[in-house]
């Protein structure tokens, strides 16, 4: 009947899809490796860090990255938004002791 449903060639879609799977789970493994490389390179083992991010720049490492990879991994001791209201930042007390780093997306002028 013209209601039943679509046949498949066998193993074709399964392939597809394990393979746009594998080829994401290695985008993001290089993404990650990348991000966690270049934050090691400028962040001391003795040094408090902070991290700070642009909304893309958030939504590129929580893509790849578990905060607590980041914060264990590079050595970063806090993470805040760029442009979070100053009621949910750290106290600046505390945010003058810590050197920065900042993750932000480029812009077109």
């Known amino acids: 009947s013209s209601l039943s449903a679509p046949v498949h060639t066998a193993g ?3 392939c597809q899809r394990s393979r746009s799977m594998a ?5 993001r493994q290089t993404l990650q490796a990348s991000i966690l490389a270049a934050l090691r390179g400028v962040t ?3 040094q ?5 991010l642009d909304d893309t720049m958030r939504r590129v490492v929580s893509r790849c990255c578990r905060l607590s990879e980041v914060m264990a991994d590079a050595n970063i001791t806090l993470v805040e938004h760029i442009l979070a209201p100053e009621a949910k930042r750290a106290p600046p007390a505390m945010a003058a002791h810590l050197s920065a780093v ?4 480029p812009t077109s002028p």
């Open 23 to 27: 080829q994401k789970n290695d985008v």
């Open 44 to 46: 001391g083992d003795d």
């Open 102 to 105: 900042y993750l932000i997306a």
């Open 48 to 52: 408090l860090t902070v991290l700070l």
């Open 12 to 14: 074709n879609q399964p």
